[in-house]
């Protein structure tokens, strides 16, 4: 039965790992703020084809942070959203113009780097988190998603960073943010032709999938004081930008 909802290139085995795997990594992004984007997308590029890790990484991310910002929607900043929104687009955009085989070393090195500065670095000015500083983290970060698709780590920094790190409107906030971000890749991948359909069966249960792990790490995020989250989302994202410049630098 389950070989009529998954494409032929996957075996049951495989397909029901990834669907414990969007569970599981849907989980620690509710719970810590990040991180299980980036595992997934790990998981994803050693089991699908090519073509097909970044495509379905992000309808099945869609499907996880939509779940997570509709759970938590009471806790996003919706100022943060707004400016936020019109970034997407533009990053959208200009990515779906210039479909080029950028240096990928280059841009996790790039990405790396940005994570440290914020996480490690000193405070960004006030002024670079309002509304003009966050649509041009948007469009940046918006664009470069449809070339590596682990950008979440960077934007979860901005907007820890914004959000004073208080957890709740952290995580919200950046559900909703990656919502945004994700949606445009179906639009974008389907005119380049990406089929699908032939990946829309296994795609749906890893959302469903998420989805119960989503409910579960919110569950775990709110016995986190504000404190001991700030401490766990540094040293998680720090891990997450040793990993990107690694995998540049010795892939």
Do not use: C, Y
Not at 87 to 94: D, M, R, S
Not at 166 to 185: C, E, G, I, N, S
């Amino acid at each position: 039965m389950i070989e009529s909802w998954i494409p032929a290139t996957l075996s049951p085995a495989i397909a029901g790992g990834l669907i414990l795997a969007a569970a599981l990594t849907s989980m620690i992004t509710a719970a810590l703020g990040a991180g299980g984007g980036v595992v997934l997308l790990a998981l994803l590029a050693l089991t699908l084809p090519a073509g097909a890790i970044i495509p379905v990484h992000g309808l099945v991310q869609l499907g996880s942070n939509a779940g997570r910002a509709l759970m938590m929607w009471r806790h996003i900043d919706l100022r943060t959203i707004a400016a936020f929104a019109p970034g997407v687009v533009l990053g959208a955009w200009l990515a779906s113009r210039l479909l080029v085989g950028l240096p990928l070393a280059t841009i996790q090195i790039a990405i790396a780097g940005f994570i440290l500065l914020l996480v490690w670095g000193p405070p960004v000015p006030r002024r670079a988190l309002g509304a003009t500083g966050t649509f041009l983290a948007s469009t940046a970060t918006s664009f470069l998603s449809l070339f590596v698709g682990a950008t979440g780590p960077l934007v979860a920094a901005f907007i820890k960073q914004q959000q004073a790190s208080h957890r709740l409107t952290t995580v919200a906030t950046f559900a909703a943010a990656m919502t945004l971000q994700h949606a445009p890749k179906a639009v974008v991948f389907g005119f380049a032709g990406f089929a699908f359909r032939d990946w829309i069966g296994l795609i749906g249960v890893m959302i469903i999938a998420g989805a119960i792990g989503t409910w579960v790490g919110i569950h775990l995020l709110r016995r986190f004081s504000d404190q001991r989250f700030h401490r766990v989302f540094q040293v998680l994202l720090t891990l997450l930008a040793l990993r990107l410049a690694w995998q540049a630098l010795w892939g």
